[in-house]
Structures are given as C-alpha cells and as structure tokens.
C-alpha cells in the first residue's frame, strides 16, 4: 500500500463518505479485493460503504466496525473516518406527516361511538345484576356438624381417643428437625453475571440459556447487565468499543480483522468460540 494519508476535517462540496474512502482507495492503489481479505470483510459490504448504501447493510455499530477495519487498511485515522460518519448519519431529512383523509377520521369517530355503547351497556348490565338479581340466588345449604367424640379415660387418669390406633407414636423432634434440614451450600451454583461497557457505539446480541434473546445499541457510556445459569452466546458489532465483565472479572475478546465477533460463547469455564 503506497502513499499514507489522512482525511480531511471536511469532505469536499458534493463529496459523500464513501466517494472519500474510494478516492483515497484508488490514491494507494489498493482494489477492493486486497481489503476485503486483509479485513475478512465481504466485497459487497466493502461496495456498499463505498457506494453510501447503509440501508443495506447491518445496524450502524456494524458500520462503525466495518469503517474502522478499512481505514486501519489503508493507514487512515480510523476516529476521523468515524468521525465524517456520524456528521453524514445525523444528517437526516424529516419526512413530513401527511394529515389523514377525512373519511378515516369519519370511521374512528364512528368506532369510537360504537365502543363508547358497548361499554355504557355493560356498565348497566353489571348494575342491573347487583341491584336485582345478586341478591336471588338460593343459598346453599349449611352442612350438619359432625358430633365429637368422646374420649374415654384411662385408669391413670388421662383421656385417650376411641379413633386412635395402638402402637402409633409421634416422630422425634431430631428426626423432624433432620429431614428440615437446608441442603449444602456447596452445591449450589450461583448464577451467571454478564456486564457490558461500551467505550463506544456497539451493537450486541445476547442469547442466555433460558432461550431468551436481547438485541441492542449501546451507545457511549451505557452499561447493561445480565444473568444466566450455564452460558451467554454473543454477537458483537465493533468489538473495539465494548468491554465484557463474567462476575466482574474483565473478558479478554479474541482479535478480529472485520472488528466483528460471531456466536463468542462464555461460560462458567470462561471464554470459547462456539463451533459452527
């Protein structure tokens, strides 16, 4: 790669983000195609940025990862391409909200009155059966008392129960207080605590054991935690911006080219990257 350079604080008049970093590709003499097996960073995604196609490609931490691999590629400040890319993201034209058709309103008014009948005519169903019919139903009989029986006396004076049976003695209070007994401490495993820091914009996913799935944007300064009993199974856009914490000790990310990080496993036996 020939020639370094950095970009300029402002692109030229006309200029789009991705007509920069194709310039300053063409400049060094580097085809897409050395890029995309120096970053492991597809051709298509790479013509994309080139192209300032984002609709197409992943959520603006993916980006970010993506334009930072490319601009470490061809020895460009990888904060200022960011940088030019939040100025072009942010400038975002408002759609004007267009006032709904007469007849739709017409409509809502006319659901709204029959909603409105629907209720009044419960309201006075509810009524009409506390004022004159809760009070009609038949009562239920009452159930006769069982007499109770009368213990006999024994010749030492105390009374014993004509039901009890001979030979049945109550259980020690050591033998009930044993099988109370709480279970060891030992064995039970505490859960999983994951913690996330985004240094910057990142975008994660988390699957926990459970089957439960979080997907989300962490922008600057935003934590976030979890738990789960066996494992977290993570994707990560722009590992560069994220740290991780297992039960507070720091997690060292494996190194990626893309700065991307797929199905990234960690469990009670720390961190592996799960087999496809």
């Not at 030019?84 to 034209?93: F, G, I, M």
């Amino acid at each position: 790669m020939a020639n370094e350079s950095a970009p300029r604080e402002h692109l030229e008049p006309e200029e789009t983000l991705g007509r920069f970093l194709k310039r300053e590709r063409d400049l060094r003499g580097v085809s897409l195609r050395e890029i995309a097996e120096t970053t492991k960073i597809n051709v298509r995604v790479l013509e994309a940025l080139e192209a300032d196609d984002y609709d197409s490609l992943p959520p603006r931490a993916f980006i970010i990862g993506f334009l930072r691999a490319y601009a470490q590629c061809l020895k460009i400040d990888p904060q200022e391409v960011i940088a030019l890319y939040h100025r072009v993201a942010s400038e975002v034209t408002e759609v004007p909200v267009e006032p709904e058709p007469e007849e739709d309103l017409e409509d809502d008014h006319a659901l709204k009155r029959i909603v409105l009948l629907v209720v009044v005519g419960l309201f006075a169903a509810s009524l009409f059966y506390v004022v004159f019919l809760r009070d009609w139903s038949p009562k239920a009989p009452k159930t006769p008392k069982t007499p109770k029986t009368k213990g006999t006396t024994s010749a030492l004076g105390g009374t014993r129960s004509r039901s009890a049976e001979p030979g049945l003695q109550p259980a020690p209070a050591g033998v009930i207080a044993r099988k109370a007994a709480r279970p060891d401490s030992r064995h039970i495993e505490h859960p999983l605590v994951l913690e996330v820091a985004a240094m910057e914009e990142a975008w994660l996913r988390v699957e926990r054991g459970d089957g439960q799935t979080s997907a989300m944007l962490l922008h600057q300064g935003e934590r976030r935690q979890w738990q789960a009993r066996e494992r977290f199974v993570l994707t990560i856009g722009n590992v560069a911006g994220a740290r991780l914490f297992l039960n507070g000790r720091p997690v060292d990310l494996p190194s990626s080219r893309s700065n991307t990080l797929h199905n990234f496993v960690l469990s009670r036996r720390r961190a592996s990257v799960a087999l496809p």
